[in-house]
Nanobody, 117 residues
């Protein structure tokens, strides 16, 4: 299993970013995918999830209405569109597969998102 996250960067408050996560090593289209984020010294938190074919999504309250998760099963890629970014969104963002009761043990390198003026 492998995940390669990209698309992070430095953005001003109110700005937007689109994160991508290329997954490999499993049958991508069969499983739900999730985005997480982590701030140093804090536990990793769930940001958003999407079902295997994209028909169902869910979001943490902190990002609801601002972030949109999507996927392209033909490219084995999951996306996170982040709008109206706030300084508290600053974190390293990771994706992972949801097997049904757990994530994969492996985590990618993540992509840093910094929201600052």
């Amino acid at each position: 299993v492998q995940f390669v996250e990209s698309g992070g960067g430095l953005v001003q408050p109110g700005g937007s970013l689109r994160l991508s996560c290329a997954a490999s090593g499993f049958t991508f289209s069969r499983y739900s995918m999730r985005w997480y984020r982590q701030v140093p010294g804090k536990e990793r938190e769930l940001v958003a999830g999407i079902s295997s074919v994209g028909g169902s999504t869910n979001y943490a309250d902190a990002v609801k209405g601002r972030f949109t998760i999507s996927r392209d099963n033909s490219k084995n890629t999951v996306y996170l569109q982040m709008n109206s970014l706030k300084p508290e969104d600053t974190a390293v963002y990771y994706c992972n597969v949801w097997w049904g009761s757990s994530t994969a043990d492996y985590w990618g390198q993540g992509t840093q998102v910094t929201v600052s003026s």
